[in-house]
């Protein structure tokens, strides 16, 4: 079992940076794939990035090159820096964790978070 408690949402104008955090605790989490997710009102749920247990990232298009996603295993910590941000990154993003090694991008992960609110002004 994985427990993910997420941190580092909040308010922003739009071309600012920030970053998430997602601590894991349970003694499987250094040996699972993790990710990002974010839902906005009347939204689906879509991914924004991911990286397997090895460290190899997986971005979306809508995000690539402005989001980075890195994870510490010796802190046992998630991330994902923000940058250049904008109105339509509005969403609630949830840490997620899979249930193997690597990322499957066309199925959703086994474990998740409560999720961080990040609003973009304009």
């Known amino acids: 079992q994985v427990q993910l408690v997420e941190s580092g949402g909040g308010l922003v104008q739009a071309g600012d940076s920030l970053r998430l955090a997602c601590a894991g605790s349970?003694?499987?989490?250094?040996?699972?794939?993790l990710g990002w997710f974010r839902q906005a009102p009347g939204k689906e749920r879509q991914l924004v990035a991911a990286i397997s247990a090895g460290g190899a990232p997986y971005y979306a298009n809508s995000v690539k090159g402005r989001f980075t996603i890195s994870r510490d295993n010796d802190k046992n910590t998630l991330y994902l820096q923000m940058y250049s941000l904008k109105p339509e990154d509005t969403a609630v993003y949830y840490c997620?964790?899979?249930?193997?090694?690597?990322?499957?991008?066309?199925?959703?992960?086994?474990?998740w978070g409560q999720g961080t609110q990040v609003t973009v002004s304009s």
């Open positions: 997620a964790g899979y249930s193997s090694a690597y990322i499957n991008t066309r199925a959703l992960p086994e474990y």
């Open positions: 349970g003694r499987t989490f250094t040996n699972i794939g």
